[in-house]
Nanobody
Framework: QVQLVESGGGLVQGGDSLRLSCAAS????????MGWFRQAPGREREFVAA????????YVINSVKGRFAISRDNAKNSMYLQMNSLKPEDTAVYYCAATVAGGSSDLYPLRSQYAYWGQGTQVTVSS
């Protein structure tokens, strides 16, 4: 089992950058594939990015491609989401999630595929 805690959210202006962190406690962090989701008010929770258990394979959705980057450091039991050129439409609560990976290169884009979730961190981008 793994416990997840997000940090790094805040209130920024459009065009600014933020780096979200997800700290994991528990054993065998490197066996988990990880992902970031976000949920804006009145909307469904949306997949944003995923990283394989080794960190060698990553994926981000089209709307953030070129602006966001996902990464992980298994030695630090941590995952990150670097967010650049933020836009007001990026405003949401951001959640990190983990699931036991079937393969070393597997990515998981569906909310239902994740067993473990953090409590979320608020990101607000003003125009």
């Amino acid at each position: 089992q793994v416990q997840l805690v997000e940090s790094g959210g805040g209130l920024v202006q459009g065009g600014d950058s933020l780096r979200l962190s997800c700290a994991a406690s528990g054993s065998f962090f490197s066996t988990y594939a990880m992902g970031w989701f976000r949920q804006a008010p009145g909307r469904e929770r949306e997949f944003v990015a995923a990283v394989s258990r080794s960190g060698s394979i990553t994926y981000v959705i089209n709307s953030v491609k070129g602006r966001f980057a996902i990464s992980r450091d298994n030695a630090k039991n941590s995952m990150y989401l670097q967010m650049n050129s933020l836009k007001p439409e990026d405003t949401a609560v951001y959640y990190c999630a983990a699931t036991v990976a079937g393969g070393s290169s597997d990515l998981y884009p569906l909310r239902s595929q994740y067993a473990y979730w953090g409590q979320g961190t608020q990101v607000t981008v003003s125009s």
